[in-house]
Structures are given as structure tokens and as C-alpha cells.
């Protein structure tokens, strides 16, 4: 038998692909580096799963869990020749009203899960950009978060429980429907693990309810200086958005020309704030957003009128990205996050890096929590641009730490910031990580070569194990 004939006798034989061009596209996320899918399954139950992974262990095949391959750290390709395991078939949703959660599959679509909850009253509050194609699997797996993820938090404040199928192909349950259950919180520890840990089959997601009232409000400014202070003086007044969004000139004439959303394209930069609640208080807070939009020079300053005033000014938002195309073919996006006191000063690192090297940059981000995305718009068939490409990417993730910032915001580690993890993590912090992945993967058969560099492990560095300590 062969590894192929073997998931073909579990799955059916449309169910597992292997022809070249579709080993291309499942050997590629929405990031800038390739892989090396040598089979992709799709299977339907946690069972289908789990008989995968022990047949691919037998073969020592590298496994790979993927969703909609909407991230950009390059976590859902194979680095070696592998299978990877696409849980978009897993796709049901249950609701509990009365608890206000669901259980969900891995292969729900983020929108469609809150359209399916809309009726009920609630909405899954994470709403990354790309929630019309991304999956809860892959949102919890990266910890991904949104536009609306300042006030509600990330992924991991959303998730209760988690069902995994282990390395061996066991099929464990960690978290529940209790909010602080007892024991280890495993559930927490593979929230944001990149499918290093385990595949995700089911989850159960806490619900937010809608909230009865929301103000949009639209602010542009002659000066990104101006705009970044209006973030901060808006905290500083004690107001938490539920969502505060920047875009810099260039991004938002993108946006313009793409969707029309009524931006202001001779603005320096436009900051798109919200505010939801019980009305009073959203009155309130949107008087004060409005009030230190003037203190700091807004050129313009709107409220959306109604809704649907507001889904296009979102609709411009969440399109930012695709917008970019106009500019250029290819682009590479990165994700770090500063301090928001630092964001004029790191903006301003990361235009003359971007100059320096001669490549188009564009700047869309989550201000609120200081989650930059510089975007840099390219040809990857001009000569040498993607390795200055790549090269500006490493400046700039270097600026972000050195102003005291993280290396991710929300896409995650992958393999694009592997590398990376040292800039901020000591010997003693790799080594921690590494053993948690260890216990679960010994063999490092799940997502190998992700999120921790080689060497990560004490003794991979030439230290001597502590005394008493198992290695
Ligand atoms: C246009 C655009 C906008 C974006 N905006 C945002 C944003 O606002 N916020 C944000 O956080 N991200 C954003 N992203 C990144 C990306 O969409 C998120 O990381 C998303 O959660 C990935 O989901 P996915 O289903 O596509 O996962 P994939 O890309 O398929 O996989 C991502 C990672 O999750 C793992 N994985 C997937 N499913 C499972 C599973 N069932 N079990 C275990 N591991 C699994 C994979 O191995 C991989 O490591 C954006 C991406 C694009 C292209």
C-alpha cells in the first residue's frame, strides 16, 4: 500500500488530491512563501482526521492543517514534502441561545458563522479583514483578531472549549463550557499554536450579542502626526473604541479608486472610529471621539448617517488590501505591533526603509492597539525586488522591536517570522515553548519547522541540562 491508496480507502478518491497543479495551489498561502504539498485531503468528521494522522504518521509524512489559506506567514504550507489536511469540509454550526455560544466546525467561514448567528442576536465578535474566506480553525490557530478586536480582544478571550486530534491520532477535549474550568488551560496553550499542536475539529465559541446601538465616525487629517495623537488622546479621555482604524494617504487613494467609500483622498491620513452600546453611551463617547478629532486639527469629520453609510466605510476598510492590486501585482504585508505613543515615530522608520529600497509602501492598520501593517506594494518579476522586498521586511520588524514592540500583532510566527523569535525571545523562553511542543508532537510530525527556530531547545545550544531535568 501506499500513503495515497491508504487516505483514499478512508476518504473516497475525491477527496484526496494529488495532481501537480493542485499540490501548486495547496502548496501556497496568501504570504510570499511556497511549500511543498506532495497530497492534500479533505476530510468530513474528527474521525476522517483522526485515521489521517496515524496513517500519515506510519508513512512519516510531515501533516499540515489548513483552512481557507488566508494567512500570510506562510503557517498552512509544508516545508517538506507533506500532506496537508484541509478541514473546510468541517463546516456545522449549533447555537445555544441560551448560553450565548455555538459549537462550531474548523471549516466555518468567520462572516458566515455571525450570519448564521445574526437572527439569534449575536455575531462572533473576532472579524479579521478577511472573514468573507477565513475559518474559525485557522482564526483560532493563528489567534487571529480584527477591526473590532481593541474593545472585544482576540480569538482566545472567544474560544471555551477546543477538541483536538492529537499527533497519535487520539481525539481529546480541552476547555468546556464553563468559563474558568479547572485543571491545566490547554485550551489556552493551543489557541495561537499554529497547528503545531494538534488539528482542531470542533470548537465552542462564545457568542457576542449585538449591540443596539453603533456610531461610525469618519476623521481625516493634514498630518499623520495629527491622527496618531488623536488615537492616543482618545484613550486618554478614557474611551475604548470598539474598533479604531488608521490608513495613510497612499492606502487610502487605493481604496478610493477600488470602492468608492467616500474617504477623503487628500487627507494625510483617515482614522475610521466606532462605538456601539446602549445609545446614551454611544452619544456620549462619539462627542468626545469628535471632540479630540478637533483639538488635533481634523480636516474632515463625519458620522455615517446610516447603516449602510457604515458597511461602505467598512466595506472601504476591509478592502484595503485587495485595493492594493491597482498598484501592483504582488504585495507582502507584514504584521507587528509598537507601542501606540512610538506609531508616528516607527510610520516614519518604515517610509525611509521602504525609499531606501525603492518599493511602495502603503500603510493600513489596527491603531487602536498600535497593530501596524505596512504593506509594500511590488513586481516579483522584476529582478532582485523580492529580495529587496524581503529585506525591508526584516528592517522594519527590527524598528518595531527596537521601539519596544512585538513581532506579531495577529497573522502569527509561521515560518515567515521564525527566525525572528530570537529578537524577542532569550534561550530560557525558546526552550519553555519547545518543551510544550514536544510534549504534544514528540516527533515533530505536526506543522514541523513552524513558529520556533532551529535550536530553540537548551540542549540543541549546548547547554548543559539543569541537574534532575529529563532530556
Ligand atoms: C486580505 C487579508 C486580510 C487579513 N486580515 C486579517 C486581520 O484583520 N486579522 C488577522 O488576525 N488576520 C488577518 N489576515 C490573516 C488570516 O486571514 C488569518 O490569520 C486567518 O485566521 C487565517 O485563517 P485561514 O482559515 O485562512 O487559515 P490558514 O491560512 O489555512 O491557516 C493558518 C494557520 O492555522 C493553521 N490551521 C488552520 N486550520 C487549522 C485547524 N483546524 N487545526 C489546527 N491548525 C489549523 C494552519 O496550519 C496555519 O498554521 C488577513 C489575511 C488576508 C489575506
Not at 477527496?15 to 506532495?38: F, H, N, T
Not at 496513517?55 to 489548513?66: G, L, N, S
Not at 476598510?317 to 501585482?329: E, N
Not at 516579483?380 to 500583532?409: F, I, N, P
Amino acid at each position: 500500500m501506499t500513503l495515497t491508496a491508504e487516505l483514499r480507502d478512508i476518504l473516497g478518491h475525491d477527496r484526496v488530491l494529488s495532481e501537480p497543479l493542485e499540490r501548486w495551489v495547496y502548496g501556497m498561502d496568501s504570504g510570499v512563501v511556497r511549500g511543498d504539498a506532495q497530497l492534500v485531503a479533505f476530510p468530513e468528521t474528527t474521525a476522517e482526521v483522526a485515521a489521517i494522522v496515524r496513517v500519515a504518521r506510519h508513512y512519516r509524512t510531515p501533516i499540515v492543517a489548513r483552512g481557507a489559506g488566508t494567512g500570510l506567514a506562510g503557517g498552512a504550507i509544508p516545508t517538506q514534502p507533506g500532506l496537508v489536511v484541509v478541514l473546510t469540509k468541517m463546516n456545522s454550526v449549533e447555537i445555544d441561545e441560551a448560553n450565548a455560544t455555538a459549537w462550531v466546525g474548523p471549516g466555518v467561514i468567520n462572516l458566515d458563522l455571525s450570519k448564521q448567528t445574526e437572527p439569534h442576536g449575536f455575531h462572533f465578535a473576532p472579524d479579521p479583514s478577511s472573514q468573507s474566506a477565513c475559518t474559525i480553525g485557522g482564526n483560532i490557530a493563528n489567534n487571529s483578531g480584527g477591526p473590532h478586536c481593541l474593545a472585544e480582544g482576540s480569538t482566545v478571550g472567544h474560544v471555551l472549549a477546543v477538541e483536538l486530534v492529537t499527533a497519535d491520532g487520539d481525539v481529546v477535549m480541552l476547555g468546556g463550557p464553563a468559563p474558568d474550568p479547572i485543571g491545566l488551560d490547554l485550551r489556552g496553550v493551543v489557541v495561537g499554536s499554529e497547528g503545531t499542536l494538534g488539528i482542531i475539529t470542533k470548537a465552542l465559541v462564545r457568542l457576542t450579542p449585538n449591540p443596539p446601538d453603533v456610531r461610525t465616525l469618519l476623521t481625516g487629517f493634514a498630518s499623520v502626526e495629527d491622527a496618531a495623537a488623536t488615537v492616543s488622546g482618545i484613550i486618554a479621555r478614557g474611551v475604548v473604541p470598539a474598533a479604531l482604524e488608521m490608513m495613510d494617504q497612499r492606502m487610502t487613494q487605493a481604496v478610493e479608486r477600488f470602492v468608492s467609500a467616500g474617504f477623503p483622498t487628500d487627507a494625510a491620513a483617515v482614522l475610521l472610529a466606532e462605538v456601539v452600546g446602549l445609545s446614551a453611551a454611544v452619544e456620549a463617547e462619539a462627542a468626545i471621539i469628535s471632540e479630540v478629532a478637533r483639538e488635533n486639527n481634523a480636516t474632515t469629520l463625519r458620522v455615517a448617517a446610516d447603516e449602510s453609510e457604515r458597511a461602505k466605510l467598512w466595506l472601504g476598510r476591509k478592502s484595503a488590501f485587495g485595493a492594493v492590486a491597482q498598484a501592483a501585482p504582488d504585495y507582502y504585508l507584514h504584521d507587528t505591533v509598537v507601542p501606540r505613543t512610538k506609531l508616528v515615530e516607527t510610520m516614519t522608520r518604515v517610509y525611509e526603509i521602504a525609499d531606501r529600497h525603492g518599493i511602495t509602501m502603503l500603510n493600513v492598520f489596527h491603531a487602536g492597539d498600535g497593530n501596524l501593517h505596512p504593506l509594500m506594494a511590488f513586481d516579483s518579476e522584476e529582478e532582485g525586488m523580492l529580495d529587496r522586498v524581503k529585506a525591508a521586511a526584516r528592517e522594519l520588524v527590527e524598528v518595531c522591536v527596537q521601539v519596544g514592540g512585538a513581532l506579531s500583532g495577529e497573522h502569527g510566527i509561521g515560518i515567515e517570522k521564525r527566525d525572528l523569535m530570537k529578537l524577542v525571545f532569550n534561550e530560557a523562553d525558546l526552550d519553555a515553548q519547545a518543551r510544550i511542543r514536544e510534549a504534544f508532537d514528540p516527533a515533530q510530525a505536526l506543522n514541523p519547522d513552524k513558529i520556533l527556530p532551529a535550536g530553540s531547545r537548551c540542549f540543541d545550544l549546548g547547554r548543559p541540562p539543569l541537574e534532575g531535568m529529563w532530556v
